[in-house]
């Protein structure tokens, strides 16, 4: 299985598009066969790059939403305002379309069924889809290793995934998944209602003598502030792995 790889010795590929799945709105899953793919690890991303017929090219990365699988991953692209990228994955891209891309990309923020230890995952927005690709993995490989997930969201229509994420956790009492509604919340809404904070994170995350791994993906400020709390409550910092989202990444 791939472990971490550098761009410049990676080649692009050429991804065909199977499926289509619209997870939230402006939000879009894309599940792509591509041959000669050397398979990846849940984590990873992968650079995409499309051409136009002037041969105008445009490259941006994203992660990578499925389980370790050969020939075959899915990617979750958000439609970026002005994003050109996005808007055309999004929008336009059709079942038998083509396009390149090349990885797969990191081998820092991964995780895989063989990591000892409870797994703590913390998100925001879009930092769900990497996180999604270790929930899946675990699924799939029948890890018993206890998971809690928190994901924060703006809206209820915003979470990415609802769905399946609350089958996931019908199906499996050793997974907790919880819900921060930073902006509105449906009617009889149960779940948090503001923020993600300190506070919030000692009640889902198990206690430091368990020694979580843990793994915290959003928007910078999101990342950084959730990363110090779970240091200041007592997590070990070297268990805390971090991957970060913004203007400066792109579409990502």
């Known amino acids: 299985m791939a472990g971490a790889a550098l761009r410049g010795r990676l080649r692009w590929l050429l991804a065909a598009v199977e499926?289509?799945?619209e997870q939230a709105p402006d939000v879009r899953e894309i599940a792509l066969r591509v041959a000669g793919w050397p398979g990846h690890l849940p984590g990873q991303h992968v650079d995409v790059r499309l051409t136009a017929e002037d041969g105008y090219q445009a490259q941006r990365s994203y992660s990578v939403a499925s389980p370790s699988e050969r020939d075959r991953l899915s990617l979750t692209v958000e439609r970026i305002p002005d994003g050109e990228v996005s808007t055309y994955l999004t929008g336009e891209l059709r079942p038998g379309d083509q396009f390149e891309l090349r990885g797969p990309i990191g081998g820092y923020f991964v995780w895989t069924p063989d990591h000892a230890g409870p797994l703590l995952l913390v998100g925001a927005g879009s930092g769900i889809v990497p996180l999604m690709a270790m929930m899946r993995e675990r699924a799939r490989s029948g890890s018993p290793v206890p998971a809690s997930l928190l994901l924060s969201a703006r809206s209820w229509e915003r979470v990415i995934y609802h769905d399946e994420l609350q089958r996931l956790a019908a199906g499996d009492d050793r997974l907790s998944i919880s819900f921060a509604l930073t902006r509105s919340q449906p009617s009889g809404w149960s779940g948090y209602a503001r923020r993600v904070d300190a506070a919030m994170l000692s009640e889902v995350a198990p206690p430091p003598p368990a020694s979580p791994q843990c793994f915290v993906c959003g928007p910078t400020g999101f990342v950084e502030s959730v990363?110090?709390?779970?240091?200041?409550?007592?997590?070990r910092p070297g268990r805390v792995k971090t991957e970060r989202f913004g203007p400066a990444g792109g579409d990502r």
């Open 19 to 21: 499926d289509l799945t």
């Open 227 to 235: 990363a110090s709390a779970l240091v200041e409550l007592g997590h």
